[in-house]
């Protein structure tokens, strides 16, 4: 079974500052997917950023960005200019397909964005 | 719009009461799944349907039963809820099973067993 580790429970950063939240996996897998989703404290979960294992160019959407070191089985997320709203836990999560449709999320970071 | 509805947002419960949490999508997703979150212990999926009428363990199944009769709908049933099922439910939807096709989650369902 995969496994995904975030070895931050909690981190702040203040406001317009850079923050990397940490990833980790585990698989035997060659094709797989990984996610970054966000819960800002409505709950509601809201996918960052996705990155598919066969490209080596990291994913970017606009703030956020990720470095995807495939050997080493890491996936961190750098969030760039932090503003409020970046309040939230993050998840980092891990999708393969082969053979078992599961979706394996982390244990969650709580980032708190500092005025 | 385009979403996925669970309901109800917050229920509170006695212990061995049957109780339904809906899920419904309005966007002919194939896919469908329930995880339950737990604090310090991430997202963790409970069953998932590839199709109507196909459905699969995901890594916590016990106590806990689904059906996905039809393509938007995939209830979550607890037949005897005890304690230890207390959690926020999230139901999710995409496209297909690939992971080219984003989540969509519902708004969770806060679920207290007494």
């Known amino acids: 079974a995969q496994t995904v580790t975030q070895s931050q429970p909690e981190m702040s950063v203040q406001e317009a500052e850079t923050v990397t939240l940490s990833c980790t996996y585990d698989?035997?897998?060659?094709?797989?997917?990984l996610f970054w989703y966000k819960q800002p404290p409505s709950r509601q979960m809201i996918l960052v950023i996705r990155q598919e294992a066969y490209k080596q160019q990291n994913a970017t959407e606009n703030r956020f960005s990720v470095n995807f070191q495939k050997a080493a089985k890491s996936f961190s997320l750098k969030i760039s200019d932090s503003q409020l709203g970046d309040t939230a836990m993050y998840f980092c999560?891990?999708?393969?397909?082969?053979?078992?449709?599961?979706?394996?999320f982390g244990k969650g970071t709580k980032l708190s964005v500092i005025p | 719009e385009a979403q996925v509805t669970q309901n109800p947002r917050y229920l509170i419960t006695v212990t061995g009461k049957k109780l339904t949490v809906t899920c419904s999508q309005n966007m002919n997703h194939e896919y469908m799944s329930w995880y339950r979150q737990d604090p310090g212990l991430g997202l963790r999926q409970i069953y998932y349907s590839m199709n109507v009428e196909v459905t699969d363990k995901g890594d916590v199944p016990e106590g806990y039963k689904v059906s996905r009769k039809e393509k938007r709908n995939f209830p979550l049933i607890l037949e005897s809820p005890s304690p230890n099922q207390t959690s926020l439910y999230f139901c999710a939807s995409s496209l297909s099973a690939g992971g080219l096709s984003p989540l969509h989650f519902g708004n969770g369902t806060r679920l207290t067993v007494t």
């Open positions: 999560a891990f999708f393969s397909g082969a053979g078992s449709y599961q979706l394996t």
């Open positions: 698989t035997s897998e060659n094709n797989y997917y």
